[in-house]
């Protein structure tokens, strides 16, 4: 008796914040437990019947109290610590309203709603950093052959990535390869095309997430001399 008497003093000296204690059920519907939390842990409560009032705190969960609404409002919101620090529910919560479901509430409430992105920001991009596979035209050293590669960027050395303003065709960037070799047996692969535009769409499918980059289409095969076609002959018949 005397314990709980120096525990209730030294709550009425001490307490900021309500203290509330509840019978919860276990995750997997099984038992009701006591719990106990402070008010600031809640985020709203909520009428369920005229006898029956729901507690919903900021995490989602939500405890049904056999109490009138306006009864329990005025338990939480209005207490007076200094006389009741403590708001025992034990003998109104758990299996007495077993069958009773706090329904969810409008999007209204802060807690519901998933923040809204500011204006003028960017989407915000998933943390991920997955291995890219990229699809390229790989252009022979000094020639004008041309073979489409597969290749990871888990397996190119980025720091010895070079660009070069005077290939063959133009702009063209030069990828090391860690292991393997490239479509003509080299350990270097020449794309043609700009570093800079090369490392933009890259950063760009990283940030993105992408599993696939085709560059193709940039690096393909392009005749610098705009030469004609050969004329085409007409099939033999017979």
Known sequence: MAEGFKLHKRLTAEAEDLIIRANVQDADGGAFRAATFEK????????????????????????????????????????????????DLR?????????????????????AVEPEQPKGFPEKKPFVDKPLKMAVFVRQASQ??????????????????????????????????????????????????????????YNKAKLDGLDELDLRDWTRRRDPDKNKPPPRRAPELG
Request: hydrophobic share 40%; glycine share 8%.
């Open 40 to 87: 600031s842990r809640i985020d709203y409560i909520t009428e369920v019947t005229p006898e029956i009032s729901g507690i919903v705190l900021k995490t989602g969960a939500r405890i049904a109290v056999a109490m009138p609404h306006a009864e329990l409002e005025k338990k939480i919101y209005f207490a007076d610590l200094s006389e009741q620090p403590v708001l």
């Open 91 to 111: 003998e109104r919560t758990g299996a007495i309203v077993k069958e009773a479901s706090v329904p969810a509430a409008s999007r209204d409430f802060a807690a």
């Open 144 to 201: 004008q052959n041309f073979q489409m590669f597969f290749v990871m960027d888990t397996n190119i050395d980025w720091s010895g990535v070079t660009g070069d303003d005077n290939g063959l065709n133009g702009k063209m960037t030069k990828l090391p390869l860690r292991y393997g070799k490239g479509p003509f047996g080299e350990t270097e692969v020449i794309i043609d095309m700009p570093r800079p535009a090369f490392m933009e769409i």
